[in-house]
C-alpha cells in the first residue's frame, strides 16, 4: 500500500488575514486534511462574529475613508496587473498550496488553475480598460447621465473544488470595480487563498481585501448576515445557495449565485464519433469530476449506445488514478473523506435502485489512507434514477439512452439544475434545434468545456442566480446612479410667486 507524501510543509496553523495583518480569530481550532493520503496535516483558526465585525470595519474605513474607490482607471489597471504578476512569480509555492487543500493533480493546477487565476486579473483589467458609460440627451433640454460606482463592501463565498482560480474571478472583479472585500475560503481548502491574500500585501493597500476562515454555518453565515455587506457574491451547492439568500435577503443584500448543476452531455449518431467520446471522458472526469459544469448524465442516441458505453468502460478502466504529484496521473483524490464515502453510497445504492454499475464503483484496494476511488459509470434504469437527478460531484458518470431528438431534450431539460448542456452531433438542424431548447445558461457544441469571460456564465433553475462575466460583474459590482443635468437654465415653475 503507497502512503503519498504531503505536496509540501503545510503551514502548522492557518489564520484570517484582516488589514494587511495576520489576523487570530476567537473562535475553535478546525483540523484540515490532505485527500492524498489522509492525514491531518494542520488546524485553521476559525473566525466568528467579532472576527467578522473586524473584517467589516477594516473594509468600510479603506472604501469610506481612502481614495481606494476612486482610483483612475489606469492606477486601477496597474493594480490588476501586478496582482496578476505576483501568482506568476510564486506559482509553484501556489500550486503545491492548492494541492494540499484540494487533492486536485499539480500538472492540471499549473497548467490551467493557475494560469487562469492570473488571467482573471488580466481580464478585468482589459475589461475596464475599454468601460464605457450612457448618456442621453432629451428634447425638454436635459443631459442624463448614468454612473457606475463601486457597490462598497462585497463577501466572497468560495467553494473547495477550485479554490484559486474561482476565487480570484470575485476577487478580480471587485477590486477592477472599485470594491473592498471580504472572501471565506472553504475551510477545507484555505492553504492556497490565505497565501494568495498575504502575498497581495504588497500590492493592495490595506482591507481591499480581507480574508476570514472557518465553516460556512458560522463564518460564512456570520459574514452573509452582517449589515455591512453591500454584496454577496457565492459559488457553492444549492441547499447552501438557499440559505445564503434567505440570509442575505433579511437585510436586502444582493446576491449571486452559482450552484450546482447535473448536465446533460448528449451524443447523437451524427456526432463526430470519436471526439464526442473523448469529450464525454474529458466532461465527467476533468478536475476529479468535482466540477459544477461536469456533464455526468451522458444520454446517448440508440443507434450507437451499447459501442459508445463499451468504449467509454473500456477507457475508464484504463484511467490512471493516484499521487496528485504523479505527471501520468489522470485522477487524483477526492477533497475529504465524507464526500468520498458520499459518493460511494450512489455506487451501492444504485444497483438495489435497479441501475447498472458498469465500471468503478469502489474505494481504490491499494489505497486505504487516501480518498481515492475508482471512477465510475453506471447504467441508469431511467432518467429518474437519483444518479440521473442529485449532484454526485465526483468521477461517476450516468448513462441514458434516447431515440430521437424530441425525447434527447425532454430528458436533458428533466432536472432541477440548468447550469450547462452539452451537444454533439455534426448536423446543423438538430444543433440549433435542441441548443435553443435546453433549460440552461451555458450550450457547449461539440466541445466538452469552453469558458469565454466575456460572456455569462451561470444557470437556469436551481443552479443558480445571476452570472458571473465582464459585463455581468461589471453590474454586479457597482451601483448605478442616474444623473440629470440641465444643458442650460431652465423656465422652473415659481411656487408662491403671482401667477
Ligand atoms: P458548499 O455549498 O458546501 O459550500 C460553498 C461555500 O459556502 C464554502 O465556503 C462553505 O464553507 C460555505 N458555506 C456553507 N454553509 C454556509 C452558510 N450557511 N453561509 C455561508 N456560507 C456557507 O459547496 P462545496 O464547497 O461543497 O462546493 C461544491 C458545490 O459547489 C457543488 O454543488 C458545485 O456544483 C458548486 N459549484 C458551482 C459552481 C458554479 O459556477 N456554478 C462552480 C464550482 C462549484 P465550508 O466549506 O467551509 O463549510
Not at 66 to 92: F, G, Y
Not at 273 to 296: K, M, T, V
Not at 455 to 480: D, H, I
Request: proline share 5%; with cysteine; aromatic share 8%.
Amino acid at each position: 500500500m503507497t502512503n503519498f507524501q504531503n505536496p509540501i510543509d503545510p503551514p502548522e496553523i492557518v489564520k484570517g488575514w484582516i488589514d494587511n495583518k495576520v489576523h487570530h480569530g476567537k473562535g475553535k481550532e478546525i483540523p484540515v486534511f490532505y485527500p492524498g493520503n489522509g492525514s491531518q496535516v494542520s488546524v485553521l483558526v476559525e473566525d466568528t462574529e467579532d472576527d467578522i465585525d473586524k473584517a467589516v470595519e477594516s473594509a468600510r474605513r479603506t472604501f469610506d475613508k481612502t481614495d481606494w474607490s476612486k482610483l483612475s482607471v489606469e492606477k486601477r489597471i496597474e493594480v490588476l496587473e501586478a496582482c496578476r504578476q505576483v501568482i506568476l512569480d510564486n506559482i509553484d509555492e501556489l500550486a503545491l498550496l492548492e494541492c494540499l487543500g484540494t487533492g486536485l493533480i499539480l500538472r492540471e493546477i499549473k497548467g490551467f488553475h493557475l494560469q487562469r487565476a492570473a488571467y482573471n486579473f488580466r481580464f478585468f483589467a482589459q475589461y475596464i480598460s475599454q468601460a464605457h458609460g450612457e448618456r442621453y440627451d432629451n428634447t425638454d433640454g436635459y443631459l442624463t447621465l448614468v454612473n457606475r460606482e463601486p457597490a462598497g463592501v462585497v463577501g466572497l463565498i468560495a467553494p473547495w473544488n477550485a479554490p484559486m482560480a474561482l476565487a480570484t474571478m470575485k476577487i478580480a472583479a471587485a477590486v477592477a470595480f472599485g470594491n473592498c472585500a471580504i472572501l471565506k475560503p472553504s475551510e477545507q481548502t484555505p492553504f492556497s487563498l490565505i497565501k494568495l491574500a498575504t502575498l497581495l500585501r504588497d500590492v493592495l493597500p490595506e482591507g481591499v481585501l480581507n480574508l476570514v476562515n472557518g465553516r460556512g454555518p458560522v463564518t460564512g453565515s456570520s459574514l452573509v448576515s452582517h449589515p455591512g455587506i453591500d454584496r454577496i457574491s457565492f459559488t457553492g451547492g444549492t441547499v447552501t445557495g438557499r440559505q445564503v439568500m434567505s440570509d442575505a435577503g433579511k437585510q436586502l443584500t444582493p446576491c449571486t449565485m452559482e450552484l450546482g448543476g447535473k448536465s446533460a452531455n448528449i451524443v447523437f449518431a451524427s456526432a463526430d464519433y470519436e471526439r464526442a467520446l473523448d469529450g464525454a471522458l474529458i466532461g465527467i472526469f476533468s478536475n476529479n469530476g468535482q466540477q459544477c459544469l461536469a456533464g455526468s448524465r451522458i444520454l446517448v442516441q440508440e443507434k450507437i449506445f451499447d459501442k459508445f458505453v463499451e468504449e467509454f468502460v473500456q477507457r475508464t478502466k484504463k484511467i490512471k488514478v493516484g499521487d496528485p504529484l504523479n505527471d501520468k496521473t489522470e485522477i487524483g483524490p477526492i477533497a475529504s473523506k465524507q464526500h468520498m464515502e458520499r459518493i460511494l453510497s450512489f455506487a451501492e445504492n444504485a444497483q438495489k435502485e435497479g441501475d447498472k454499475v458498469l465500471v468503478g464503483g469502489k474505494r481504490l484496494s491499494d489505497q486505504k489512507t487516501g480518498f481515492f476511488i475508482e471512477p465510475t459509470a453506471v447504467l441508469a434504469s431511467s432518467n429518474n434514477s437519483k444518479v440521473c437527478q442529485e449532484e454526485i460531484f465526483g468521477p461517476f458518470a450516468s448513462f441514458v439512452p434516447f431515440k430521437s431528438e424530441e425525447e434527447a431534450i425532454s430528458i436533458a431539460n428533466d432536472t432541477e439544475f440548468g447550469l450547462v448542456s452539452y451537444i454533439w452531433s455534426d448536423h446543423m438542424p438538430t444543433i440549433m434545434k435542441v441548443s435553443e431548447s435546453m433549460r440552461s445558461g451555458v450550450v457547449w457544441v461539440n466541445t466538452p468545456m469552453m469558458r469565454e469571460l466575456r460572456a455569462p456564465f451561470g444557470g437556469f433553475k436551481n443552479s443558480g442566480v445571476g452570472r458571473e462575466g465582464g459585463y455581468s460583474c461589471e453590474q454586479f459590482y457597482t451601483e448605478e446612479k442616474t444623473v440629470s443635468i440641465p444643458k442650460t437654465p431652465l423656465n422652473l415653475k415659481k411656487f408662491g410667486d403671482e401667477l
